[in-house]
């Protein structure tokens, strides 16, 4: 069982940045490739970026691409995600999610955090 819980949202202007992290209670977290969800009201959980679980490869969405980054500390049990040059677009809550391949699709990841809201006004 891997618990995840995510903090380091909130409300910024568009063009601003925010660091989302996700901290794993398991002491196998390193076994575990690791993405990140976002969900908007009334739209599907979508995939904003993945991980392997060493890190050497990362995936992102299109929206997101140059904009935002993906990274993690195995030592910390800690995921990382830096969001630069917000849109109001990015106004989503966003989850971490943990499974044992890295990829786009909700299915793939058995473990969720409860998700931290990012609101960027324009």
């Known amino acids: 069982q891997v618990q995840l819980v995510e903090s380091g949202g909130g409300l910024v202007q568009a063009g601003g940045s925010l660091r989302l992290s996700c901290a794993a209670s398991?002491?196998?977290?390193?076994?575990?490739?690791m993405g990140w969800f976002r969900q908007a009201p009334g739209k599907e959980r979508e995939v904003v970026s993945s991980?392997?679980?060493?890190?050497?490869?990362?995936n992102f969405a299109d929206s997101v691409k140059g904009r935002f980054t993906i990274s993690r500390d195995n030592a910390k049990n800690t995921v990382y995600l830096q969001l630069d040059s917000l849109k109001p677009e990015d106004t989503a809550v966003y989850y971490c999610?943990?499974?044992?391949?890295?990829?786009?699709?909700?299915?793939?990841?058995?473990?969720w955090g409860q998700g931290t809201q990012v609101t960027v006004s324009s």
């Open positions: 999610a943990a499974g044992p391949h890295a990829g786009r699709r909700v299915s793939m990841y058995d473990y």
């Open positions: 398991a002491c196998t977290f390193s076994d575990y490739a």
């Open positions: 991980i392997s679980w060493i890190g050497s490869s990362t």
